[in-house]
Every structure is written in structure tokens, then in C-alpha cells.
């Protein structure tokens, strides 16, 4: 079955900066790659998703790029502010008439510092 | 948020009763899914719906069971719940037949074995 690995655990920035976030997965047949962003206590929360289609996705502040050869993607956060703290969630399936079952990276804990 | 909604929102109980665990949407959307979170893994898919009285497996299904008797609700039970089965508990929801594939979270639950 599929397996996301999700690099950095942690990962702090200054106020400004960029932050990168990469995922690897392992199964070629994986079509879909969201974005999660879980506040504390919260639930988690889709902020940008890509189709296996499209090589690089920005919504504002946020892209996404995937490179479906070395079978990994990444998110890339421009402008950081304080507000982006949170955890941060990678994902990929395989899109079927049985539905879109996930499977997770472990998570990076982003920690913006002003 | 989409109209989901997940009870009890906290449930402490004691190892070896069984427990069921609800989700229900608003949203008339097809999928149901659930996972649990817990700290180093993310999010783990337990079991899932693709219409009504059709379920399968997900990657962690052993100890649980899943019914939907009806579009908007999903039940989880744990038939004798057991220590390891502590954690958090999201429903979520997604209806590519809406052109997107983003699956929305409920609020999750919190549930306790001792």
C-alpha cells in the first residue's frame, strides 16, 4: 500500500521568511495530493491540493509543486506570519469510484517566530 | 465548516465495553471516512463508506467496525475498547461529484480508555 513520508518534524522561521515542507510517497499510481493545516485543538483544514496532472499549483501565499518521477511534492509557504503556526499535514490517494482514502504524512509542526 | 458534526465530543471509558462513536453531515456528500490521529502518525484511515450499507477496510481497522443505515450517518464502534484505541477520533466527508476531491473534517472526538 501507499506510505508518505513527510520532512521536516519541526520547522521554525522568522517572521517573512519562506518555509518548505516535502513529502515522498510511494505508489506511482497516486493521482491526488492535499494539504492539510490543523490548528491546535482543531480539525484539520484543506488549504491547497494538487491533481497528478499538474506539476506546480500557488494559491497567494501557498504553492505546491510535484514532481511525479521522484514521486515527491512539496509545500512551499512565502511571506510567513504568525498566523501560519500550526501543523502541517501532506497526503496522497488514488482517486476510485470506491472514494479517496488518504494516507498521511506524520506531520511538521511550523512555528513562525515575530 | 460543511455540515458535519461528530458525538460525544469526549468520552472516557473503561477497557473491554464497547463504544460507538457518531458522525453525521448535512451535505448529502457520498463519502464517509474515518480516522484516528495520534501523536508521530498523523492521520490513520480506519474505515470507510462509499454509499449507503457499503463499507470496507482501512489501514487500521482491526478492533473496529463501521455501519451507515443511512446518507448521513457513519457509526464507529469499538466492540471492546482497549487502551491503544485512545485517541482522536475525525469523521470526514467528500463528493467528487462536486468537481473536488477535499475531504472536510468534523470536529473530532476524544476518547479515553483506562
Redo the contacts between chains.
Keep these: 500500500?501507499e506510505n508518505v513520508e513527510?520532512h521536516p518534524s519541526t520547522l521554525s522561521v522568522q517572521e517573512g521568511d519562506s518555509a518548505v515542507i516535502k513529502c515522498t510517497y510511494s505508489d506511482s499510481a497516486s493521482n491526488?495530493f492535499?494539504w492539510y493545516k490543523q490548528e491546535l485543538g482543531?480539525?484539520?483544514?484543506?488549504i491547497i491540493?494538487i491533481r497528478s496532472n499538474v506539476g506546480e499549483k500557488k494559491d497567494q501565499r501557498i504553492a505546491v509543486t510535484l514532481n511525479k518521477t521522484a514521486k515527491h511534492f512539496s509545500l512551499h509557504i512565502t511571506e510567513t506570519q504568525p498566523e501560519d503556526s500550526a501543523v502541517y499535514?501532506c497526503?496522497a490517494?488514488r482517486?476510485g469510484?470506491?472514494?479517496?482514502?488518504?494516507?498521511?504524512?506524520?506531520?511538521t509542526i511550523l512555528r513562525v517566530k515575530s | 465548516d460543511a455540515g458535519i458534526t461528530q458525538s460525544p465530543r469526549h468520552k472516557v471509558t473503561e477497557t473491554g465495553t464497547p463504544v460507538t462513536l457518531r458522525c453525521h453531515q448535512t451535505e448529502n456528500h457520498r463519502y464517509m471516512y474515518w480516522y484516528r490521529q495520534d501523536p508521530g502518525h498523523g492521520l490513520r484511515l480506519i474505515h470507510y463508506s462509499y454509499g449507503v450499507k457499503d463499507t470496507d477496510k482501512g489501514e487500521v481497522s482491526d478492533g473496529y467496525s463501521v455501519s451507515r443505515s443511512k446518507t448521513e450517518d457513519f457509526l464507529l464502534t469499538l466492540e471492546s475498547a482497549t487502551s491503544s484505541q485512545t485517541s482522536v477520533y475525525f469523521c470526514a466527508i467528500s463528493d467528487p461529484g462536486l468537481s473536488s476531491y477535499e475531504q472536510y473534517f468534523g470536529p473530532g472526538t476524544r476518547l479515553t480508555v483506562t
Design positions: 500500500g513527510q491526488y492535499p482543531k480539525r484539520p483544514q484543506l491540493d499535514f497526503a490517494s482517486i469510484e470506491y472514494g479517496n482514502k488518504l494516507v498521511f504524512g506524520a506531520g
